[in-house]
Nanobody, 126 residues
Framework: VRLEESGGGSVQSGGSLRLSCVAS????????MAWFRQAPGKEREWVVC???????TYADSAKGRFTISRDNGKNTLYLQMNSLNPEDTAMYYC?????????????????????WGQGTQVTVSS
């Protein structure tokens, strides 16, 4: 599976961006998907994941501001980000992996995602 992100950019605090991730390969529908981010000098951080059936799990930092969705017919994953602040500045990565569950949730562990995109940069200025 190849993943390609787009939609990053520079916005002011309070602004919005919509990220997209297009997956090649017809096994996309059977995978859990996720967004991670990595700021300079920091470890990669999980943001949100979504199961095959569309049910999501959000990190606390994303709850109420970010919305993940997937269009299985288009092999595309989305991340709508609202109310952005400078702490959201990072490279955002799309990831895909087998249907690993933690309890009833998709996984938030980096090691459970086998396929990664190259990332798209999000910069939020104050």
């Amino acid at each position: 599976v190849r993943l390609e992100e787009s939609g990053g950019g520079s916005v002011q605090s309070g602004g919005s961006l919509r990220l997209s991730c297009v997956a090649s390969g017809n096994i996309y529908i059977n995978l859990h998907m996720a967004w991670f981010r990595q700021a300079p000098g920091k470890e990669r951080e999980w943001v949100v994941c979504i199961k095959r059936d569309g049910s999501p799990t959000y990190a606390d930092s994303a709850k109420g501001r970010f919305t993940i969705s997937r269009d299985n017919g288009k092999n595309t994953l989305y991340l709508q980000m609202n109310s952005l602040n400078p702490e959201d500045t990072a490279m955002y990565y799309c990831a895909a992996g087998p249907q690993v569950l933690i309890g009833k949730s998709c996984s938030w562990q980096t090691s459970d995602y086998y396929f990664w995109g190259q990332g798209t940069q999000v910069t939020v200025s104050s």
